[in-house]
């Protein structure tokens, strides 16, 4: 299939590629497969305005009638997962199947969203008045700004609105200036589910196309009532800090500096498996992406070399092409930071298998790198910082306390694993003593989450909680209710008050 055949079968039109000032490129190549038009800040706040109306109506819908129209989004997503896939890969480089899975995902938390759309319930409380009963309500809040990543085009965008909906939340997507073609996509497929809905009120769900700015108005805006922001720890700080000023409900998903430990226990065939997926899985530029392995010492030659023959045999090329298991960096700069990173490595006296650039005749406009394996001599500051591509730093502990602090001693706190198969150490890996992160493994890598857990971290990750468990309840308002049945008037901590 060409360029244009996935751009069209996945429903955009060629007078809707062209014409604007925002250029699109795909990572495969590097050749530019759309110019859009971008919203100005003035369209931003028009669409505001109508996520308002929309919400006047939709926060009277019923919510398993809201959960109806989530039900028809995934539908359409199961209809289209291979349409909206592709393009996945062809905007943001990832392997086809990643593309797929990713879509999957989509689908996933749509069958969540629709089954919590009968599941919104509050507590009921025993009052310390007689004739006096307490509840919990829960009331949607307003409009949602969801702000997404380049590297996860479309599922954060549905772990956000499949319960903001659900929730009575209208939502506006600002996606990455990177990757806005699978959102303009994504629309279309929301627009054929509200079709077949039938009445759901006008611009429930809207896009917006450009760059930081667009992102900017959603954050400023008094009427946007939650933002939730999936991206680097710079931009959350940006975002995070204008929402504080004006008391903005804030959901912040951002940078990650993943470690597995490996034990002396562990099963080291699970675990070299584990790596290499996680370590090198969407060349590197997941916020889940394994970046530190801490491995015993008495198993340390047992695993690095073994771990060093994977990658020289790994599969690099286009991310559409069956068999490829790593495809291309999303750009120049990107490429540029795993060079920077890995030169750091040498200052620090660290030492480096693989890294640099390859498939550059094949490719001379697109960036694809040889993941790396950089074994440190301590967690010094570039192993500390998050850098968006394939570097894998090894190194080595003694005892598990000793492990748990080099894990735990990042500005980030995302996610982490463990490979042993002593429960004691496990364990302790995930007591309050253990790992601080929010997403904490046991024999599997710290990268692809399932949706039905809570997904975030803390620290620089932002403190945000996303997709599954109770996660919806940052999507609306609590409301104490205090119902009085008796003919009396008792104050709360027995207070006497005649009058
Ligand atoms: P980025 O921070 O450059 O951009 C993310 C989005 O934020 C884009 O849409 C961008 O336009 C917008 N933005 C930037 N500054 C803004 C501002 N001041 N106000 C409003 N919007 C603003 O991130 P990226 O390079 O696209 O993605 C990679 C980063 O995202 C990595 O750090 C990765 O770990 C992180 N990420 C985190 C998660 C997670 O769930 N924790 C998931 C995916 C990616």
Redesign the pocket.
């Known amino acids: 299939m060409t360029h244009m055949d996935i751009l069209q079968a996945a429903g955009l039109t060629p007078s809707e590629l062209s014409g604007g000032a925002l250029a699109v490129h795909t990572p495969i190549d590097g050749s530019e497969i759309a110019r859009l038009k971008s919203h100005s800040r003035d369209d931003v706040r028009a669409m505001i305005g109508n996520g308002t109306d929309a919400f006047m109506v939709w926060r009277k819908t019923p919510a398993p009638r809201r959960g109806e129209l989530v039900r028809l989004i995934g539908e359409e997503l199961r209809a289209g997962k291979e349409n909206l896939g592709r393009l996945v890969t062809l905007e943001c480089g990832k392997i086809y199947q990643e593309g797929l899975g990713e879509v999957q995902e989509m689908i996933d938390i749509c069958d969540f969203a629709v089954g919590l759309s009968r599941q919104l319930y509050g507590l009921t409380i025993a009052s310390e008045r007689a004739g006096h009963s307490m509840r919990e309500s829960w009331h949607p809040m307003g409009v949602c700004g969801i ?6 085009p479309v599922a ?1 965008w549905c772990w956000n609105a499949a319960l903001a909906l659900v929730c009575g939340d209208p939502v506006i997507w ?6 806005p073609l699978t959102a303009l996509a994504t629309q279309k497929i929301c627009e054929r589910a509200m079709e077949k809905f039938g009445d759901a009120p006008d611009d429930l769900i809207q896009v917006v196309i ?7 108005v ?2 400023g805006s008094p009427d946007v009532a939650i933002v939730s ?8 700080h ?2 995070g800090q ?1 929402l504080a000023n004006r008391f903005g409900r804030c959901i ?5 500096n993943n470690a597995m430990i490996v034990a002396p226990s562990a099963d080291l065939e699970m675990a070299l498996r584990a790596i290499v997926f996680s370590a090198v899985g969407t060349a590197g ?5 394994l970046r530190r392995l801490i491995v015993h010492e008495d198993i340390f030659q047992q695993l690095v070399p073994r771990l060093k023959s994977a990658y020289d045999g790994l599969p690099t090329g286009d991310p559409l092409a069956d068999g490829t298991l790593i495809g291309p960096l ?1 750009d120049a700069d990107a490429f540029a930071g795993m060079e920077r990173a890995l030169a750091e490595v040498i200052k620090d006296g660290g030492l480096v298998h693989g890294g640099g650039r390859t498939l550059e005749n094949d490719y001379p406009n697109a960036w694809y790198a040889i993941p790396a394996i950089a074994e440190m001599p301590g967690q010094t500051d570039i192993v500390r910082h ?1 850098t ?1 591509a394939p570097i894998l730093y090894v190194m080595k502990y003694r005892d598990l306390e000793q492990a748990i602090a080099l894990q735990n001693d990042v500005p980030q706190g ?1 996610s982490s694993s463990i490979f042993s198969t002593d429960i004691r150490e496990a364990e302790e890996f995930l007591s309050a003593t253990g790992s601080d992160c929010g997403i904490a493994n046991v024999n599997i890598g710290p990268s692809g989450a399932e949706i039905g857990g809570a ?3 803390e620290k620089d ?2 403190g ?1 909680r ?1 997709s599954g468990s109770d996660a919806w309840k940052g999507y609306m308002r609590r409301q104490t209710n205090t119902i009085n049945y008796s003919r009396e008037l008792p104050l709360a901590q027995g207070i006497k008050f005649e009058i």
């Open positions: 702000i997404t990543a380049f590297n996860f954060p600002k996606p990455s200036e990177k990757t450009g760059e930081r700015d667009t992102g900017e959603l954050t922001a999936t991206g680097s720890s710079r931009m959350g940006a975002v204008q912040l998903e951002l940078g990650g530029q997941r916020c889940t992406t999303i998050e968006f995302l997904f975030g971290g990750t932002g945000g996303e």
